[in-house]
């Protein structure tokens, strides 16, 4: 069975700093890997996948993750972050051609601070 | 397209009193979920279905009962709520790829 592990439960930022949420996953077979983002009182919503292909994967807003096999790492960064982006992030990991449920971390809280 | 909607946002419940939260998504996904969220614990898996007329127990069945009416809906009952039962309560319907697309949540108190 596949497991995830956020390396941070809150990750504190000045406004414009660049941020690095880690997710790191164990599996023994090929992954689709996903990021999430939840806003405060909302539901989750995707933030960008690895599904195959380049393994550099952009967001619409300016985040991007590195999907590293040999690392099993997906790790989740943005040059410069803004207020906006205050919110609780999960990475998720299923299993490509397997079962129907995918594995999330318990999720990174990313506080960005004028 | 509406996307994935759930009803109802809020209820308050007692002791022993049961509910239907409904969640219906217009995707056309044969995968649809139930979780649950809870400070510090993540999501947690209630239920899944694969597919309709299936179901499965996920991690945190124990309380819970779902139906799969259809393609489109798939409800979550309790049927004598208890106040470890408060919690966020979350629908989502799922692509091949495991894509999940989430409703905007029903926040459940049990008092």
């Known amino acids: 069975a596949q497991s995830v592990t956020q390396l941070d439960s809150q990750v504190p930022v000045f406004e414009e700093a660049p941020v690095e949420l880690r997710c790191n996953y164990s599996s023994s077979v090929s992954v689709y890997l996903f990021w999430y983002v939840q806003y405060p009182n909302q539901g989750l919503q995707l933030l960008l996948k690895y599904l195959s292909g380049s393994t550099l994967v952009e967001s619409i807003n300016g985040f991007e993750a590195e999907f590293n096999k040999s690392q099993t790492s997906f790790h989740l960064r943005k040059p410069s972050v803004h207020i906006s982006d205050t919110a609780e992030y999960f990475c998720?990991?299923?299993?490509?051609?397997?079962?129907?449920?995918?594995?999330f971390g318990r999720g990174t809280s990313l506080i960005v601070h004028p | 397209n509406a996307g994935v909607t759930q009803t109802p946002k809020f209820q308050v419940l007692k002791t022993g009193q049961s509910m239907t939260l409904q969640c219906a998504q217009d995707?056309?996904?044969?995968?649809m979920y139930w979780y649950r969220q809870d400070p510090g614990m993540g999501l947690r898996l209630i239920y899944y279905?694969?597919?309709?007329?299936?179901?499965d127990k996920g991690e945190v069945p124990n309380g819970y009962n779902v139906s799969r009416l259809n393609k489109r809906e798939f409800s979550l009952r309790l049927e004598s709520a208890a106040p470890s039962q408060t919690s966020v309560y979350f629908c989502?319907?799922?692509?091949?790829?495991?894509?999940?697309?989430f409703g905007p949540g029903t926040r459940l108190t049990v008092l």
């Open positions: 279905s694969a597919s309709e007329g299936t179901t």
């Open positions: 998720a990991v299923s299993v490509s051609g397997g079962s129907y449920i995918p594995t």
């Open positions: 995707m056309n996904h044969n995968s």
């Open positions: 989502a319907s799922g692509t091949v790829s495991n894509e999940q697309f």
